[in-house]
């Protein structure tokens, strides 16, 4: 199988990876960056879990050829604080693990783009994010601490 090379910036560091022609970023950040905090889930787009910053807007993975990213910024969920992370685990927005990631991209983006949610409410926004275990109240909890308005949206 043909190879690429594909030179982008990983967490703040440059990085190059010969990876096959039809890689995804998803296998790219697995397999070859040892980013493995991001996961597969349903490998469809249709999850979240994979979901990292691409030029700082979040992105399905899953979905993205690692061609693509070429010259561009990826943030996957290890260049998030610890912090944000234990905000929502301590309000059980994360139960076995596999959605966490991706959600926890996702409220990163909300927290630095917070002005969104005066057009969209939290559950809308994270309905990208499907999580089996939490029944989505812990996540909204959540998101409305790391955000800090704790109560703001009913859950």
């Known amino acids: 199988m043909d190879r690429i090379e594909v030179s982008f910036i990983l967490n703040g560091e440059a990085a190059k990876q010969s990876v096959p022609a039809d ?66 685990n301590a309000v059980g927005a994360a139960q076995c693990g596999a959605c966490t990631p991706g959600i926890v991209m996702t409220t990163r983006w909300l927290a630095e783009h917070p002005d969104v949610l005066d057009q969209i409410p939290i559950r809308m926004f994270m309905a990208g994010n499907l999580c089996r275990c939490t029944g989505y109240d812990g996540v909204i909890e959540g998101v409305n601490r790391v955000l800090g308005r704790p109560g703001e949206e009913e859950v």
């Open 23 to 88: 890689a995804r970023l998803l296998d790219m950040l697995r397999y070859d960056c040892d980013a493995t905090g991001t996961k597969e889930g349903c490998g469809e787009g249709e999850c979240g879990a994979c979901t990292v910053l691409l030029d700082g807007l979040p992105v399905n993975s899953c979905l993205v050829p690692a061609f693509q990213v070429e010259g561009r910024e990826i943030e996957s969920v290890e260049s998030t604080s610890a912090e944000l992370a234990e905000t929502m």
